[in-house]
């Protein structure tokens, strides 16, 4: 795989009789875990690829080295949850259980791509932090916060943090608050907005970029759009580049 030379941070999959074979753009192989990942309940595991140790007090961390979850990764939302990713790892998609808010934060700088959604408890509350240094993509929609995204807060903080997040959906982020903070950059694509948020609003500061490419780059019902001087909003919205709705 490694004498291809592809470039970008994505995976390489060369299907099998059995379960597919998945490198890495250096042609690193990834451990493969074929299922679901349910963490609901679990005080520790491990295996090929990934740990998983805490308690329900302080919270949890789940650390990835080179490990192809395909199934969905769910999660206890009663606790905060850390997805440590110490080399190139790839997850189907993010659940959390339906108990309370989920609060889980993204940390490490190595690519972390995540084919499918990253979708919240159905609880107000719900909080997902992309940490200083994290490079995370999202082939899917983030939707977090109880019933039309409300409470929910997407964090993307830091300097040299990207987020993408590149939905085929309605709607890439669907919350009620988006901060963009720090130096950080969003990207964002869907079919129509690319960030649908609340009263909480969009705040993009501390010379962060957002950087937002669909019919509405970023709606807002109930809330304000703040972009400091320091920081940029670029959109291409086809029918508005922003949109706010009182």
């Known amino acids: 795989v490694s004498v291809l030379k592809p470039t970008g941070t994505g995976t390489i999959s060369i299907s099998t009789m059995g379960e597919p074979l998945i490198y890495t753009n250096s042609g690193v192989k990834m451990?493969?875990?074929g299922g679901n990942l349910n963490l609901v309940g679990v005080n520790e595991?491990?295996?090929?690829?990934y740990t998983f140790t805490g308690n329900a007090t302080d919270g949890y961390i789940l650390s990835l080295n080179n490990l192809a979850i395909l199934g969905?990764?769910?999660l206890p939302s009663n606790v905060p949850v850390t997805i440590q990713t110490n080399s190139q790892s790839l997850i189907n998609g993010i659940d959390f259980?339906?108990?309370?808010?989920?609060?889980?934060t993204f940390a490490g700088s190595t690519p972390l791509s995540i084919i499918g959604d990253i979708s919240g408890s159905g609880n107000n509350g719900d909080t997902v932090t992309f940490g200083i240094g994290t490079n995370v993509t999202v082939n899917g929609s983030i939707n977090i916060g109880a019933s039309g995204g409300a409470g929910g807060t997407v964090n993307v903080s830091g300097t040299g943090t990207t987020l993408n997040v590149n939905s085929d959906d309605s709607t890439g982020i669907y919350c009620d608050t988006v901060n963009v903070s720090g130096g950080a950059i969003l990207n964002v694509t869907s079919s129509s907005r690319g960030i649908m948020a609340h009263e909480g609003g969009v705040n993009?500061?501390?010379g962060s970029t957002l950087t937002a490419g669909c019919d509405y780059g970023v709606y807002i019902i109930g809330g304000k759009l703040i972009v400091d001087a320091t920081s940029k909003l670029i959109?291409?919205?086809?029918i508005a580049p922003f949109c706010i709705v009182d």
Do not use: E, K, M, Y
């Open 45 to 49: 595991l491990s295996g090929d690829g």
């Open 31 to 33: 451990n493969i875990l």
């Open 97 to 104: 259980d339906n108990a309370n808010p989920g609060n889980l």
């Open 204 to 206: 993009v500061t501390g």
């Open 72 to 74: 969905q990764l769910v």
């Open 235 to 238: 959109t291409n919205g086809s």
